[in-house]
């Protein structure tokens, strides 16, 4: 395998600056479309570069394999996080470095380094030792990159609702996850969901004075703590009415699978900095991470905040709450019980306002599917162990729009790893994991013949 070459092409795909949050870099934006497109085209793809509303869509198919073969959607991102902070880097995260065994940059690992290898993958699975031809795919393949994933996809639902016959397939693969180690592979095969708020408690018309007002009008930031208080009880419970009924019980199977796998309190504490671990005491550490729901307070905000004091009751407080939710919930639906739920525990003369700022869908796949299977003997093939299963914490929202839109699954072969820094400084990927990629991802397209 000419992985020096492979490592060439992905530093001038990192080189890129697909920032998809700035404006200043909408140009950027285009190149690594332009940079798809050409190199999708070098393998015998047919190409187009598709409008949305934002950013555009990188779309390829190579359907010569015929209708009687398997077609497979290959789902990645192009756009990237903004760098920020610049001074807590090693190196420049837009010229990539290899440094001890690893090569950093914005991208590597989240998602130009992963998506890379699927494309790598083909490039070696159609070499016929002819620089000027290639072999034909044995199955039929599309492509679906899109430049907003790392501002929330806001554009691509409507894309893939306004496109489905052009992006019907058997299977979905995605990679834009982990595996435990390097020896130590994982297939995602359920996603929690996300239903994020914001609260906002109004109380004055401006900001009084403490001394003159105190004691005699309601404070919204101490009335928002105690919001927040009976959102969860003291056995991390949530107290929202009918915020469990539709959640998804595991069966003993599972809980069985689960529990070989080797991500415990010491591994939380390790990865987070945290002294202890706590959660429902009736599920284990792996249960609590992927299969149960979860609230959050994601930031408060109000008040005075410089230095110094300033004796104030402020007007107004605000907090974004989010909540992760498991198969069978609704994100709709629990959007609306935490609103009514606020509603009910805010004091008289109190003006609060309830958003819903995002949602998305939990949600299960089938591992009894010969995809799955495939995937399953590509990484005992390339690691020398077959993979965990994991219920992940995270959420991928096209997941779920592939399977209510779509009608299929996805099959989600991460092969970042824990400490990549994804959003952070110092991002970074595995050479080892790079090159173990690629011969995965040819392994499962041969397993398709």
């Known amino acids: 395998m000419n992985t020096k070459k492979y490592i060439s092409e992905l530093s001038e795909f990192l080189a890129i600056p697909t920032i998809s949050a700035q404006k200043k870099h909408v140009l950027d934006m285009k190149k690594g479309c332009v940079w798809l497109e050409t190199k999708l085209k070098s393998l015998g793809f047919e190409v187009d570069i598709l409008p949305t509303k934002g950013h555009m869509v990188v779309y390829a198919e190579n359907l010569k394999a015929g209708s009687e073969k398997p077609t497979i959607l290959v789902y990645g991102h192009y756009d990237v996080q903004s760098p920020d902070p610049i001074s807590e880097w090693t190196s420049d995260p837009f010229k990539p470095e290899i440094r001890n065994g690893n090569i950093y940059g914005r991208g590597t690992s989240d998602d130009k380094g992963q998506l890379y290898t699927w494309i790598a993958g083909l490039d070696e699975l159609t070499k016929d030792g002819n620089a000027k031809t290639r072999k034909p795919f044995p199955i039929n393949i599309k492509f679906l990159i899109e430049g907003e994933e790392e501002i929330g996809s806001k554009n691509l639902n409507d894309f893939i609702h306004e496109n489905q016959s052009l992006l019907t397939a ?41 001394g003159l007002y ?10 928002l703590a105690q919001i927040i208080t009976k959102l969860k009880d003291e056995n991390h419970k949530i107290r929202i009415p009918g915020f469990y009924d539709n959640v998804r019980v595991l069966t003993k199977d599972e809980r069985d699978k689960l529990s070989l796998f080797p991500f415990k309190e010491r591994e939380v504490c390790l ?18 991470a992927g299969a149960r729901p979860t609230l959050d307070v994601n930031g408060i905000w109000g008040g005075y905040q410089e230095e110094g004091p300033k004796t104030i009751i402020p007007a107004e407080v605000n907090a974004k709450i989010s909540m992760r939710l498991v198969p069978n919930q609704s994100s709709e639906e629990i959007a609306q019980k935490f609103t009514d739920y606020v509603r009910t525990i805010t004091p008289q003369g109190i003006s609060v306002e309830i958003e819903e700022l995002s949602g998305g869908e939990p949600i299960l796949m089938d591992t009894g599917s010969k995809y799955f299977k495939a995937a399953e003997d590509a990484y005992k093939k390339v690691f020398g162990r077959v993979p965990l299963y994991e219920l992940s914490g995270g959420s991928i929202p096209v997941t779920a729009i592939f399977k209510r839109l779509l009608n299929i699954d996805s099959v989600l072969m ?34 398709l013949k």
């Open 170 to 210: 058997d299977i979905a693969v995605i990679s834009d996850t982990h595996c435990l180690s390097e020896t130590v592979p994982l297939i995602c095969y359920g996603l929690r969901g996300l239903c994020y708020m914001q609260i906002n408690v109004k109380c004055l018309g401006k900001d009084a004075h403490s």
């Open 214 to 223: 105190g004691g005699n009008v309601y404070n919204p930031a101490n009335v």
């Open 271 to 288: 990865e987070t900095g945290a002294e202890i671990v706590v959660g429902e005491k009736e599920y284990s550490v792996i249960e609590r």
């Open 414 to 447: 991460g092969y970042g790893l824990p400490d990549d820094g994804l959003h952070s400084p110092n991002e970074k990927l595995s050479l080892n994991m790079f090159e173990r990629g690629i011969r995965t991802n040819l392994e499962f397209l041969k397993n």
